[in-house]
């Protein structure tokens, strides 16, 4: 097999669609290398759609998207973290602190749960999609808001680099066993 044949290979099996959620959940992975192919604004409703369809505690919905589109806004998201990847799109994921369930017996609000799972929705929207993503959590949080002028209830939780993925031979699935987190009382 010469190169070429390699990277074809490599390529086609990047491109082929995973069909239900096992195979989606071993096929998705972090990617950290994407190609300068824009993610458009369709692309970006059709998986944003998909996103809007998960559940949230009481069906509050607290969670908000923003798309990093703009220069200014691209600056101000580079300055607020290292995990640079130059993908062609950011986007940067808050709930609102005025729209999140409270638990009654503990006063804990539901707004980094809620967000987590609007993420892990996003995650495998991509994925569905063809595009590929790297949930950075470690940025400044404050800053972030600061800088592109959230309103005090929106909170910050995430941000993700999302684009097409540079075709790559799949990475290991490192995990543990399932019975290692898993205990019957
Ligand atoms: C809450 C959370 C925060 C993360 N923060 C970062 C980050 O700041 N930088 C980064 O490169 N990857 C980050 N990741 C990606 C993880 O390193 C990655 O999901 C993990 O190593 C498992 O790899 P996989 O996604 O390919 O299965 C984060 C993932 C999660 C779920």
Redesign the pocket.
Known sequence: MTDNDKNTAIADSVTERPTGFSELARR???V?KFTAEPVTDEQLAAVLETTSLAMTAANRQPQRWFAIRSDAARTAVEQC?T?LFNPPLYLLLAYDANQVWRNRYDGHDSGEVDS?IAGTFLSFALEEQGLAS??????DRAKASRLLGLPDNLRPV?LFAVGHPVPAPE?P?IRNPWMASFATL
Do not use: D, L, M
Not at 134 to 139: A, E, L, Q, T, V
């Open positions: 998705r992975h972090t950290r973290t995990s987590a790297c949930w950075i959590g470690s940025f995430a990475p699935k």
